[in-house]
């Protein structure tokens, strides 16, 4: 089993619709939570990100966490044809320090105009 | 925010030659820097961590011998990819820390680059 899972996609909806991108975990040692957006042929950027349980509001997205059920979630509220993209769900451990990220495998996202 | 710069955003070479990959932090130091490697829908496999001033640690599976990382000062790194081969096309990105930065969880990537191997 892999440490994060997350469905590639591609998720398809059209403008205006609220998205919801989901992780599931296996690790309960990881305690930061983020969400990266990575653009085609573009690097990933930081989209937001979160340690505890319960859900974090940034304009038109939300990112919720669910420890007991080690299941992360980013919302996409009145979603544009600008979000579309790969979004990437990462987790590190506390003190995570000079290790890595680990990450999901991304879901392709399309905003249909 | 914060820049890292990656070049050549594109690189096509022969089997057996090596191919080198700089990542620059351009307006922050970056103690850490990571490499990663990224297949068509597939996750971001991270490769190996580098450390200014210090031999890079590689995840397992990773040849250090054919993927050879500098981490020269706190705004270069360089991965080389040695004897290549048609396997090794494949996307790769590095990452960098602000040494400065409040949160860890936060890497700034650079553009990535496309090696193809013929």
């Known amino acids: 089993q892999k440490e994060v899972e997350q469905d590639p996609g591609p998720l398809s909806v059209p403008e205006g619709a609220i998205v919801s991108l989901n992780c599931t975990y296996s690790?309960?040692?990881?305690?930061?939570f983020m969400w990266y957006r990575q653009y085609s042929r573009k690097g990933p950027e930081l989209l937001m990100y979160?340690?505890?349980?319960g859900n974090k509001e940034d304009g038109r997205f939300t990112a919720q966490v669910d420890k007991s059920s080690k299941y992360i979630s980013l919302f996409i509220r009145d979603s544009q044809p600008s979000d579309s993209a790969t979004y990437l769900c990462?987790?590190?451990?506390?003190?995570?320090?000079?290790?890595?990220?680990?990450f999901g495998k991304g879901t392709h996202l399309i905003i249909q105009p | 925010g914060a820049v890292v710069s990656q070049h050549p955003s594109r690189v096509i070479c022969k089997s057996g030659t090596s191919v080198k990959i700089e990542c620059r932090s351009l307006d922050f130091q970056a103690t850490t820097m990571f490499w990663y490697r990224q297949f068509p829908k597939q996750s971001l496999m991270l490769m190996a961590t580098s450390n200014e001033g210090s031999k890079a640690t590689y995840e397992q599976g990773v040849e250090k011998d054919k993927f050879l990382i500098n981490h020269a000062s706190l705004t270069l790194s360089t991965l080389t990819v040695t004897s290549a081969h048609p396997e090794d096309s494949s996307f790769y990105i590095c990452s960098a820390r602000d040494r400065t930065g409040s949160f860890t969880g936060e890497l700034f990537f650079g553009e990535g680059s496309r090696l193809t191997v013929l």
């Open positions: 690790n309960s040692a990881f305690q930061y």
């Open positions: 979160t340690y505890s349980s």
């Open positions: 990462a987790m590190i451990y506390s003190g995570g320090g000079a290790d890595g990220l680990t």
